[in-house]
Structures are given as structure tokens and as C-alpha cells.
């Protein structure tokens, strides 16, 4: 029965059933062998032959025994057939030398014989019934010639149909029971087969039984390595156990993911289901399938690892940190131990960004990370909230001192100059501290209060560690509010313009005006720019308000080429912020407001500084674009960005702004003029005009004009006006200049 693979007996489809069968028939023979013997031993006729009876026993116990040893499918058929042959053929010659009516061994095994055949094919059970039916027919012609006082031959006759009849009927019903169930073995064995997934069955020792390509591919290994040997000796040590899917009770389906060996050494990992199955026939065993879930564990390892650390750096990042603070913080109250956390942020990083480009920045971060990793104690968590910005968690702090003191360690740590392409940054940062004191503080509040210190350390000069106090709180607070107040002056136009006029010192006449900018707060009074233009770029508000600013300039500006006719006209410069020369659409937007106003052209002049430029191309693009609808372009602060010159090659300028901070240091000493004298020798030679900020004495005007520049702007001028002092001004330092021409002239 079943397939014709070696070995396919054993597996625990369809051949149990056939085992079954078979070892029934044995068991009958069996039986037949032995009331042979009996009958033997008290004969109920007289007739008995030893013969047929020695043959039928030996016939049956061989055939009993072969059938029951399972062995059926490797026996040679011709051997056996051949045995059955001639003991068939022996019983018939005994019954007929016997002369007399069967003995019931005899009758029994020649009825029995024909169901050893059913299972090797029917025509050979076929032929074995009529070789039965023939002996029959001639024992009974026999025996009703010699004694015909035995039965009457119509009784014996039906008797031989009866025998032959039951023969064939439970032969062919044997028959189609087994190509049933090699049928339904076969089909599920494609199945099998051919899954993409991975089964086996195992017995109860766990030992493979049968296993399918699948599998044998999941695990690299053959059928042949696999069959016969033990599961565990496949499966990853640590996993084996609590390998529940190996212990799955009956009618469950147990789902577990395991590790398996490959025999390079690889790992895999399966989702395995496993359920022990209890058949009607045959012996328990274990069905398992298992899916390759290696890449997709894989994937989720990597998406849990993203989910919890910044990608850059390979630190934690902000939602791990902020975790780790919430638990330490509800750990604290058991422990008595203290929080802190210490943010850093560095200095001048935009400045790396801006000049050198975002891939010095990251190179920088990157650099700076493993540094800032060193310098944390063990129980401490370090992470990168984003940007420039580091955070790490002090977790079971005995005191505040030691806060401090950690973050002295961070500080010195990132003090190594680091080398990029295109130049040098020597990082440093702004530390921030904060302690967790009494039970108000949640994680958020925590990182707040370090944000303010932090803050505090930029403003005071950079470069330092601040430990939060409450001072601080109530100052976040107030930029909060700041920042909530400006998106409404903005809006509702609380935001004024002074003018802060540039004069000639050798003709006295107004060069230009500066628009500043202030903001009259409603309850806080007048606030300067250097208040809230910082807080304006860092909120993007700086868009809006410098809108303001150009619209509020042109049209002052329109309204005062009216009334003060001079040649070249009046000209009035605004300060425009990096970040709003970056919104696209920003040259368009001045064309179209000096379209819509009377000004001459040529008499507006945008005022930039080198250090807010954060996007070089853009920034050029839109220069250029201003220029050609003739509007100046003015470099403010000249001097105190990070690398001036670079700029003054890149960028399309027509006027420098000296800062005002050389013009302070002339008072001082000499080596300040040195420095000015080579910034006025360049700026003839790129035909720049030079304007000096913040001129504040006379003493400072005559060492400018022996420097060779005449453009002055400062208090010693004028501080910016309100708008409706500035043509009184411009009135008065007519006469002014009357007098010198005057003066000159005579
Ligand atoms: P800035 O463009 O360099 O403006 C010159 C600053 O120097 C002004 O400060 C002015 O009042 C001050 N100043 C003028 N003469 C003297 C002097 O003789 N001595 C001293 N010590 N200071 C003098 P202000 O008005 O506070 O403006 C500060 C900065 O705010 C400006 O520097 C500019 O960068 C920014 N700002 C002002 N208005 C705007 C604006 O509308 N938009 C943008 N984006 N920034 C603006
Ligand atoms: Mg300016
Ligand atoms: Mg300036």
C-alpha cells in the first residue's frame, strides 16, 4: 500500500490505516494456524491429514508474521505468492488423499488464503478464489463419488458460492478501502509538499518524522539530515525551553516564535504553530509549520530602535529621553535620590551650518556625539533632542553639586577643536541645569527648566554652565507671552519706525536713512529690536514683521521725495532678516510694493548681515534679483560675522557697513585702524562705499576721514528719529551743508 518512496510506511498518513489492515489479516491467520493446530490435536473427522494441517499452520504463522511485521512492502511478492501456492495446491492434494470430507483446518485455511491476496491486487485474489473454488469443486466431487450419504450436493454448492461470494465482496471492498486512502494520502502529501510553508511532523520523542522542502530549505538542511534527528538539535539553546509550541496539549494550536540554527551559524527565526495530534489508529505525533519571520524581526528590531534613538547621532533621542526622565522622576520618590537634567546646546552652530554648509553641521554633531557619551556616568542617559541640542539625564544624583559637576565634565569634553572641510570649528555650548525639587516637576517641566537656564547661558556671553532658578521660570514665561504679543503687534500694528540718518562729513549732506524698527507695547511700553527681532527669527514671525518694515518704508518714503526735493533723491534702507530673503518670492515682493509706490527708483536699500544668510545660493539668486529692479544692497555689521571676505566675493554688495564695534576701539589704540585701513583699501578696490555705525565723536569722525571715509551713522549724528522729526532734520542739516560748501568754497 501507499507511495512508493522508501520509508513512506512509516509516515503517519493513510499506511496506518493499511497497517492496520494488515496486521488484522496476519491476526487472523494467525488464528487460522492455530485451529489448525487444535484440530489437529483432537481431530473431529477421521480424515485429518497432516500434511494440510502441518502446511496450513506453517502458511499462516509465516504469513501471520510477515503481515504483522510491517515489513509487507519490501517482500519479494513472487517468494510469498509462490509459498501460498503450493500450500494452497498441498491442502487440495491432502483434502483429496485424505479421501474424506475437509477437516475444518483444511476448509478454513483454503477459505482464508484468498484475503492474504486482497492486498497485493485483486487479480491475484481473483485467482486465488478460483483456485479455491476449483480444490472445493473437486474435494466435493470427490467426496460425494465415494460417500454419497455426506450432504446433499446442492447444500455443498451453495456452500462453495457462499465461501467465494464473501471472498470477493470483502476483497474488493479491501481493495477500494486502500486506493481510498492511498488517494487521500497522496493528496494530502502534495500538500505538504509543495507549501511554501515550512511543516514537519514529529514524533513524541520530538524527533522529525517527515519534513517538507520548506523546511529543509529554512533550516539549510536536507530531508535526509533532518529526518530521524531531534528538533532540538536545530533549534537556538536558549529558546528550547520554553519552546511551549513543543508542548502543545491536545486539540490546541500553541503559536511561539523560536530561533533555529542554520549550520553556518546563521539564525532564524520562526514563528512556529504546533499542535500534538491524536489519531484514531496509530500513534500520537506532532504537526508543526513554521514561517521565516527573521526579516520581518528584523525590521521591527530596527523600527524599535528607530522609534527610540536620533538617526544621526545613533544617541537616544527626545521621546526616549523624555520617557526615561517621566520614569526616574516616579522612581525618585522611593529612591530618595535626585533628577537632573542637563541640556546642551552649542554655540555658533549655525554659523558651521550656514557658512561651511549642513553636512559640516552633521559632521560636527557626529563628532561631538561619542565626546558628550564619554562624559556621562553609567547610570546617566544621553540623547540629542534635535538640532544642536543634546540632553542627558542625571538619574540617582546624591545632590545638586553633582549636576554641576557632570556638566563640567560635558563642557570640558567638547572643548577639542574639530577639523572640517573648508575650515575649523572649535565647538563650544551653553549649558543648562535642572534639578527636580519636590513633587512639582513632570519630565516636560524638568526640560523647561533647563531650556531656561540654558537660555540664560547664551545670554550671558555663551560659553557657560547655568543652574536653573525659579527667576528663570518666570522669564520662559515671559518670552512665551513676548512671543504671543509680537504675532499681535504685528497684526494690529503696534510696530513703529524710527530713522537714523547717514550723513556725508565732507559735504554734511544726508546720505540715506536707516529704518528701525520698535515695538510699542501696550503695558511694557516701547521695546527694542534686539528684544524681539531674535525672538521674531526664531519663531519665523521675522517674515511678517519685515513685510511690515518695507511696506511702512516705501510708503514714508514716497511721501517724503515730495516734499524734499533733492538730487539723487532721498534714500531710506530696511533691515531684511536671512530668513526672509530664504521665502521664496521674496525680490517679486519688493518689486511689487515699488511698483505700487511713486519712489525713484534706485533710492531703496536692503540692509543684510553676513552671519543670517542661511541658504548661500538662494540668498545670491535673490540679491541679484533685487539689484537688477535697482535696489542697493547694503552688507550691515561688517566685521563681526565669521568670514566676511568670503562673503564680500560671493554676494552682489554696493555699500559695507563698518560695525560699530571698530568704530568704538578707534578711541583706543592703533591696531584697530590697521585692521579698518585694510577693510577701506578693499572695499576701493571692489568700488564698495563704506559707511561707519556708530559714530559717537568728533574724535572718531576726523580718524575715519583720515582713513578715507566720509559716511557716517551714530549718535553723534543723530539717534533714530521719529518719523516727524526726520524732515525737520533733513531741513537743519541743509543749512549744514550750505555752510561747509560755503566754507569750502571760499
Ligand atoms: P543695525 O542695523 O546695525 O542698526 C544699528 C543699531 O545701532 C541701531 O540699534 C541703532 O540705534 C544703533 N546705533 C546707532 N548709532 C549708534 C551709536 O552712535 N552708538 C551706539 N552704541 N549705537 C548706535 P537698534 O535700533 O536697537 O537696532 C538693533 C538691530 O536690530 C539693528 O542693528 C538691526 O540688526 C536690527 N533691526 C532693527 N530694525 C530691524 C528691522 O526692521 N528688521 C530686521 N530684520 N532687523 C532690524
Ligand atoms: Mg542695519
Ligand atoms: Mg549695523
Request: glycine residues 12%.
Given at each position: 500500500v501507499s507511495s512508493s518512496r522508501p520509508g513512506a510506511a512509516s509516515?503517519?498518513?493513510?499506511?496506518?490505516?493499511?497497517?492496520?489492515?494488515?496486521?488484522?489479516?496476519?491476526?487472523?491467520?494467525?488464528?487460522?494456524?492455530?485451529?489448525?493446530a487444535v484440530l489437529l490435536a483432537f481431530p473431529p473427522a477421521p480424515y485429518a491429514d497432516y500434511a494440510v494441517v502441518v502446511s496450513s499452520v506453517v502458511i499462516a504463522v509465516l504469513a501471520g508474521l510477515t503481515l504483522l511485521s510491517g515489513a509487507l512492502d519490501h517482500l519479494p511478492l513472487g517468494t510469498f505468492q509462490v509459498v501460498i501456492f503450493l500450500a494452497t495446491v498441498l491442502a487440495a492434494l491432502g483434502v483429496y488423499g485424505g479421501g474424506g470430507p475437509s477437516s475444518g483446518a483444511e476448509m478454513l485455511f483454503l477459505w482464508l488464503s484468498p484475503y492474504a491476496f486482497v492486498f497485493f491486487s485483486t487479480r491475484q485474489a481473483a485467482l486465488q478464489t478460483s483456485l479455491v473454488a476449483g480444490t472445493y469443486a473437486v474435494v466435493l466431487a470427490v467426496q460425494h463419488r465415494q460417500h454419497p450419504g455426506i450432504g446433499s450436493a446442492g447444500v455443498l454448492l451453495g456452500l462453495w458460492?457462499?465461501?467465494?461470494?464473501?471472498?470477493?465482496?470483502?476483497?474488493?471492498?479491501?481493495?477500494?478501502?486502500?486506493?481510498?486512502?492511498?488517494?487521500?494520502?497522496?493528496?494530502?502529501?502534495?500538500?505538504?509538499?509543495d507549501s511554501p510553508v515550512a511543516a514537519a511532523f514529529l514524533d513524541l520523542e520530538l524527533e522529525f518524522v517527515e519534513v517538507n522542502p520548506a523546511l529543509c530549505n529554512l533550516l539549510g538542511r536536507t530531508r535526509d539530515e533532518l529526518v530521524g534527528s531531534s528538533v532540538l538539535l536545530v533549534s537556538h539553546?536558549?529558546?528550547?525551553?520554553?519552546?511551549?509550541?513543543?508542548?502543545?496539549?491536545?486539540?490546541?494550536?500553541?503559536?511561539?516564535?523560536?530561533?533555529?540554527?542554520?549550520p553556518d551559524g546563521t539564525i532564524v527565526w520562526a514563528e512556529v504553530a504546533g499542535s500534538l495530534v491524536s489519531p484514531e489508529i496509530g500513534a500520537e505525533y506532532r504537526f508543526c509549520q513554521f514561517r521565516d519571520v527573521t526579516a520581518h524581526r528584523r525590521d521591527r528590531e530596527a523600527l524599535a530602535h528607530q522609534a527610540i534613538h536620533d538617526p544621526l547621532t545613533g544617541l537616544y533621542n527626545r521621546t526616549l529621553l523624555l520617557d526615561r526622565t517621566a520614569a526616574a522622576l516616579a522612581r525618585r520618590d522611593q529612591k530618595g535620590t535626585l533628577v537632573g537634567l542637563i541640556l546642551i546646546d552649542l554655540d555658533q552652530f549655525k554659523v558651521v551650518n550656514d557658512s561651511l554648509g549642513h553636512e559640516a553641521g552633521d559632521a560636527v554633531l557626529m563628532a561631538l556625539a561619542p565626546l558628550l557619551a564619554g562624559a556621562v556616568a553609567p547610570t546617566d542617559t544621553i540623547g540629542r533632542l534635535g538640532g544642536d541640542e543634546f540632553l542627558v539625564l542625571l538619574d540617582e544624583l546624591s545632590s545638586p553639586l553633582e549636576a554641576v559637576d557632570r556638566a563640567d565634565r560635558l563642557a570640558e569634553a567638547i572643548?577639542?577643536?574639530?577639523?572640517?572641510?573648508?575650515?575649523?570649528?572649535?565647538?563650544?555650548?551653553?549649558?543648562?541645569?535642572?534639578v527636580a525639587s519636590g513633587v512639582e516637576h513632570d519630565a516636560a517641566a524638568l526640560l523647561r527648566d533647563a531650556d531656561a537656564a540654558m537660555y540664560r547661558a547664551k545670554a550671558g556671553g555663551?560659553?557657560?554652565?547655568?543652574?536653573?532658578?525659579?527667576?528663570?521660570?518666570?522669564?520662559?514665561?515671559?518670552?512665551?507671552?513676548?512671543?504671543?504679543?509680537?504675532?499681535?503687534?504685528?497684526?494690529?500694528?503696534?510696530?513703529?519706525?524710527?530713522?537714523?540718518?547717514?550723513?556725508?562729513?565732507?559735504?554734511?549732506?544726508?546720505?540715506?536713512?536707516?529704518?528701525l524698527v520698535r515695538w510699542d507695547h501696550p503695558s511694557r511700553g516701547r521695546i527694542g529690536p534686539d528684544e524681539f527681532v531674535p525672538l521674531a527669527e526664531q519663531t519665523g514671525l521675522i517674515v511678517a514683521l519685515g513685510d511690515w518694515v518695507l511696506r511702512e518704508a516705501i510708503t514714508q518714503l514716497a511721501e517724503w521725495q515730495l516734499l524734499y526735493l533733492v538730487d539723487p533723491p532721498l534714500r531710506v534702507t530696511v533691515n531684511v532678516s536671512g530668513r526672509q530673503l530664504a521665502v521664496p518670492g521674496f525680490a517679486d515682493r519688493v518689486a511689487h510694493l515699488l511698483r505700487g509706490s511713486a519712489i525713484a527708483p534706485g533710492s531703496l536699500g536692503v540692509e543684510i548681515t553676513e552671519s543670517v544668510i542661511i541658504d548661500v545660493e538662494v540668498a545670491y539668486e535673490t540679491l541679484e534679483s533685487l539689484r537688477a529692479l535697482g535696489v542697493n544692497v547694503l552688507l550691515d555689521d561688517f566685521g563681526t560675522g565669521y568670514s566676511s571676505l568670503a562673503y564680500l566675493e560671493q554676494f552682489p554688495i554696493d555699500v559695507l557697513k563698518i560695525d560699530r564695534s571698530f568704530v568704538a576701539r578707534l578711541d583706543e589704540g592703533s591696531d584697530r585702524a590697521v585692521v579698518l585701513e585694510a577693510i577701506f583699501a578693499m572695499a576701493r578696490a571692489l568700488h564698495l562705499s563704506v559707511i561707519a555705525e556708530g559714530v559717537e565723536n568728533h574724535g572718531q569722525i576726523a580718524k575715519l576721514r583720515d582713513l578715507g571715509c566720509t559716511w557716517i551713522q551714530g549718535f553723534v549724528v543723530a539717534a533714530p528719529l521719529p518719523r516727524e522729526e526726520v524732515l525737520g532734520f533733513l531741513i537743519e542739516q541743509q543749512t549744514i551743508a550750505r555752510a561747509i560748501d560755503r566754507g569750502s568754497a571760499r
Open positions: 509516515t503517519p498518513f493513510g499506511p496506518g490505516r493499511a497497517r492496520f489492515l494488515a496486521r488484522w489479516s496476519g491476526a487472523l491467520l494467525v488464528i487460522a494456524g492455530v485451529t489448525g458460492v457462499m465461501v467465494v461470494a464473501s471472498v470477493l465482496v470483502v476483497g474488493i471492498l479491501v481493495r477500494h478501502l486502500g486506493r481510498t486512502v492511498r488517494d487521500v494520502d497522496q493528496r494530502f502529501r502534495r500538500g505538504f509538499e539553546a536558549g529558546d528550547v525551553e520554553n519552546a511551549r509550541w513543543l508542548r502543545a496539549g491536545p486539540g490546541r494550536i500553541v503559536e511561539d516564535e523560536s530561533r533555529f540554527l542554520r572643548g577639542a577643536p574639530i577639523e572640517l572641510t573648508g575650515g575649523m570649528y572649535v565647538p563650544a555650548a551653553s549649558i543648562g541645569v535642572a555663551r560659553n557657560r554652565i547655568e543652574v536653573f532658578d525659579r527667576s528663570m521660570r518666570y522669564e520662559a514665561l515671559r518670552r512665551l507671552q513676548l512671543e504671543h504679543d509680537l504675532r499681535r503687534a504685528i497684526a494690529e500694528g503696534d510696530l513703529v519706525l524710527e530713522y537714523q540718518p547717514v550723513v556725508d562729513t565732507t559735504t554734511g549732506k544726508p546720505v540715506s536713512l536707516e529704518g
